[in-house]
């Protein structure tokens, strides 16, 4: 059985969790990449309380950094392969979170950065309780090699509203993985929002920032 996760957190602005956002960070990096957006959202979700956990792997690539599972970027089957391997632990994690914080599964939002928006994409589709949104920030919907939406729709549980943000520059994900994306989720019944930030590469702006936190103060506000 894999190691189980953990990683740092936030407290609720407000009382006691009414909701949590579990930030998934990207390839290399690790859980202290991410929580720092939770101080920015505060203002705007006081009753949420943050998490962002380690990846469960060293990073081949990056010394000190995580990895939710290995790209060579050789391979077409890896990140297929790869978020199917690494969902039942980040399962095991949200469910663990959620039960600490004594809150139903449709309080959880998750949010994602690039290999953590593949994450939060695949987890989030196939919980039996539909999260009350997700974010992915420069990341992509992945889908089987050989592209067969229809495998990944007998396999979802889940439709919950969705945001794509993405750089219109970046170099490593290109945007029209945002595109592509939003039509995979369109053809599985997903609503999806998107917004391409202009001028920026593979990063996070404080426009595309600021979308993230409305739109998950939205979903919450929907979900009372």
Same mark, same amino acid.
């Given at each position: 059985? #894999?190691?189980? =996760?953990?990683? *740092?957190?936030?407290? +609720?602005?407000?009382?006691? #969790?009414?909701?949590?956002?579990?930030?998934?960070?990207?390839?290399?990096?690790? /859980?202290?990449?991410?929580?720092?957006?939770?101080?920015?959202?505060?203002?705007? =979700? !006081?009753?949420? #309380?943050?998490?962002?956990?380690?990846? !469960?792997? *060293? @990073?081949?690539?990056?010394?000190?950094?995580?990895?939710?599972?290995?790209?060579?970027?050789?391979?077409?089957?890896?990140?297929?392969?790869?978020?199917? %391997?690494? &969902?039942?632990?980040?399962?095991?994690f949200i469910d663990a979170e959620l039960a600490r914080h004594?809150? +139903?599964?449709?309080?959880?939002?998750?949010?994602?950065?690039?290999?953590?928006?593949?994450?939060?994409?695949?987890?989030? =589709?196939?919980?039996?309780? +539909?999260? #009350?949104?997700?974010? /992915?920030?420069?990341?992509?919907?992945? $889908?089987?090699?050989?592209?067969n939406i229809e495998k990944v729709a007998a396999a979802i %549980?889940?439709? !919950? !509203?969705?945001? $794509?943000?993405? /750089?219109?520059?970046?170099? =490593?994900?290109?945007?029209?993985?945002?595109?592509?994306?939003?039509? /995979?989720?369109? &053809?599985?019944?997903?609503?999806?929002?998107?917004?391409?930030?202009?001028?920026?590469?593979?990063?996070?702006? +404080?426009?595309?920032?600021?979308?993230?936190?409305?739109? $998950?103060?939205? @979903?919450?506000?929907? %979900?009372?």
């Amino acid at each position: 059985m #894999a190691a189980e =996760l953990d990683g *740092p957190g936030l407290a +609720p602005r407000s009382g006691s #969790a009414r909701q949590l956002v579990v930030f998934l960070h990207g390839y290399g990096a690790d /859980g202290n990449d991410l929580i720092e957006l939770g101080r920015v959202w505060q203002q705007m =979700l !006081p009753q949420a #309380a943050f998490v962002s956990p380690h990846a !469960p792997e *060293p @990073c081949s690539q990056a010394p000190v950094g995580r990895q939710w599972f290995a790209l060579t970027f050789r391979d077409p089957n890896e990140r297929w392969v790869g978020v199917n %391997k690494a &969902a039942p632990v980040l399962e095991r994690f949200i469910d663990a979170e959620l039960a600490r914080h004594n809150l +139903p599964a449709t309080a959880l939002a998750l949010v994602g950065f690039s290999q953590g928006t593949m994450m939060a994409l695949h987890v989030g =589709l196939r919980r039996s309780a +539909p999260p #009350a949104g997700i974010v /992915g920030y420069s990341g992509l919907l992945v $889908l089987p090699p050989d592209g067969n939406i229809e495998k990944v729709a007998a396999a979802i %549980k889940s439709r !919950p !509203p969705v945001l $794509l943000v993405h /750089g219109d520059q970046d170099e =490593l994900i290109p945007p029209q993985a945002l595109f592509q994306s939003a039509q /995979g989720l369109a &053809a599985l019944g997903v609503s999806a929002e998107w917004h391409l930030s202009a001028g920026i590469g593979h990063g996070i702006d +404080p426009e595309g920032l600021r979308h993230g936190g409305e739109f $998950l103060a939205r @979903c919450f506000m929907t %979900k009372r």
